[in-house]
């Protein structure tokens, strides 16, 4: 007679061997959150960098006054010493999937609210010198 199918003690057997693998491998997947949060931040602040070059760029090919909107994508982007103001950088670097907060003079990006260390601000431009990004909160601050 031939038994098809597997006994109790290897069912235990697999049933072991794969709690074993979860409790091993959970801790290294559950300390990824802040990571993700890091590089999410870092990605807003890439984001802010490459607009404000964009849109200062895009008004000195054109001849505007340093003052004056630009156009980028359909969206019009406000100026303030030929770079983006607090608004025209939120506009410019589409951070609608951010939770914001005006910090005067400046605009501080944060992951999300329960997270409200793990942010960077953006100072728009006082003068001739360009803006100003605060530089990336640290992991410590996105745990």
Partial sequence: MKHQGFTLIELIVV???L???AATALPKF???QADARLAKIDGARGAMNSAAALAHS???AMGLASDAAVT????TVSMVYGYPTVSGI???ANLVDYVTAASAPGLS???DSG???CQVTYYPATGASGVTIDPSPGRANCL
Avoid: C, N, S
């Avoid at 980028?72 to 969206?75: A, F, H, N, S």
């Fill in 30 to 32: 559950a300390d990824l």
């Fill in 72 to 75: 980028l994508e359909g969206l």
């Fill in 115 to 117: 997270h409200p260390t």
């Fill in 58 to 60: 895009t008004q000195l």
């Fill in 90 to 92: 939120f506009v410019a």
């Fill in 109 to 111: 990006i944060a992951v």
């Fill in 15 to 17: 049933i072991v061997i």
């Fill in 19 to 21: 709690g074993i693998l």
